[in-house]
T-cell receptor, first 116, second 113 residues
Framework: GENVEQHPSTLSVQEGDSAVIKCTYS??????FPWYKQELGKGPQLIID?????GEKKDQRIAVTLNKTAKHFSLHITETQPEDSAVYFC???????????????FGTGTRLKVLA | SQTIHQWPATLVQPVGSPLSLECTVE??????LYWYRQAAGRGLQLLFY??????ISSEVPQNLSASRPQDRQFILSSKKLLLSDSGFYLC????????????FGPGTRLLVL
């Protein structure tokens, strides 16, 4: 079945350093890849997404890259700040838009700690 | 703008008791609606999704059921809770057919004792 692997499971970085989280997906038909940030006790919040016709997307300190051939996509956070500490989830879309809905397969999450 | 509400925020229930969690979405029509469960320290597992009133698709066999009595209302239920039903339940919505982005609610933390 479809699967998304996410690494690392935990990541500690010094404030100001960069953080990289990597995901690999199995379904070659996946064409949409969102990233969510989840703070303790809250619902996940979308922080950035990328579609399969784009190789890279950037939003201020956050960027996502996609390699469709290798079925890899990664989240890059530069100049990390303590408020970036949270659990980050990647996801890959599955399912048919012709049915009106899309489903996601989520990675298992990365707990990012930014040390002041 | 669109908002999604879930209640209650926290719930402690004895084993064998019934369950009803509610999710409502404001500011959009005919959304896709989703129920996820998140075990402590784990990822998100899709339980149910709905593309319209009365249309429910189940992803995994379990002790839970879902209903969509109104366009923007999604309910997660159980007749008899099990210990294994404990977790963080998240509702999400997306625009029907046009965009893939799912937006999550604040979640309900359920503890079954």
């Amino acid at each position: 079945g479809e699967n998304v692997e996410q690494h690392p499971s935990t990541l500690s970085v010094q404030e100001g350093d960069s953080a990289v989280i990597k995901c690999t997906y199995s379904d070659s038909a996946s064409n949409y890849f969102p990233w969510y940030k989840q703070e303790l006790g809250k619902g996940p919040q979308l922080i950035i997404d990328i579609r399969s016709n784009v190789g890279e997307k950037k939003d201020q300190r956050i960027a996502v890259t996609l390699n469709k051939t290798a079925k890899h996509f990664s989240l890059h956070i530069t100049e990390t700040q303590p408020e970036d500490s949270a659990v980050y989830f990647c996801a890959a879309s599955i399912g048919s838009g012709t049915s009106g809905t899309y489903k996601y397969i989520f990675g298992t999450g990365t707990r990012l700690k930014v040390l002041a | 703008s669109q908002t999604i509400h879930q209640w209650p925020a926290t719930l402690v229930q004895p084993v064998g008791s019934p369950l009803s969690l509610e999710c409502t979405v404001e500011g959009t029509s005919n959304p896709n609606l989703y129920w996820y469960r998140q075990a402590a320290g784990r990822g998100l597992q899709l339980l149910f999704y709905s593309v319209g009133i009365g249309q429910i698709s189940s992803e995994v066999p379990q002790n839970l059921s879902a209903s969509r009595p109104q366009d923007r209302q999604f309910i997660l239920s159980s007749k008899k809770l099990l210990l294994s039903d404990s977790g963080f339940y998240l509702c999400a919505w997306s625009v029907w057919g046009r965009r893939e982005t799912q937006y999550f609610g604040p979640g309900t933390r359920l503890l079954v004792l």
